[in-house]
């Protein structure tokens, strides 16, 4: 099974938190990096924040600050830490894995996603 599981979405108020898990099928594939992705209604699919094995870390602007990205590459499993949550981060959130693959270079897998609804 190479699609990545997640985890951990839900209905929070406003100002609160949820933690989100992204479990990465266990292969001999190596990954690259891992990354959260959002899409609320009508709207196009964007990234949140993306993290490489080796721990680099990059952020949309709209969730600096109060979102925070981690990994567990033994685990091969990535977090998404929110906090100080807003309406407007009410969305499915989708985590996409990254293989090096010797043929195809770069593959991206992605999650069936999860819902993280916000309410005011």
């Known amino acids: 099974q190479v699609q990545p599981v997640e985890s951990g979405g839900g209905l929070v108020q406003a100002g609160g938190s949820l933690r989100l898990s992204c479990a990465a099928s266990?292969?001999?594939?190596?990954?690259?990096?891992m990354g959260w992705y959002r899409q609320a209604p009508g709207k196009q699919r964007e990234l949140v924040a993306t993290?490489?094995?080796?721990?680099?870390?990059n952020y949309a602007d709209s969730v600096k600050g109060r979102f925070t990205i981690s990994r567990d590459n033994p685990k091969n499993t990535v977090y998404l830490q929110m906090t100080s949550l807003k309406p407007e981060d009410t969305a499915v959130y989708y985590c996409?894995?990254?293989?090096?693959?010797?043929?195809?270079?770069?593959?991206?897998?992605w999650g069936q996603g999860t819902q993280v609804t916000v309410s005011a």
């Open positions: 266990r292969s001999t594939f190596i990954i690259n990096a």
């Open positions: 996409k894995v990254q293989y090096l693959s010797s043929i195809n270079g770069l593959r991206d897998y």
């Open positions: 993290i490489t094995t080796g721990g680099s870390t």
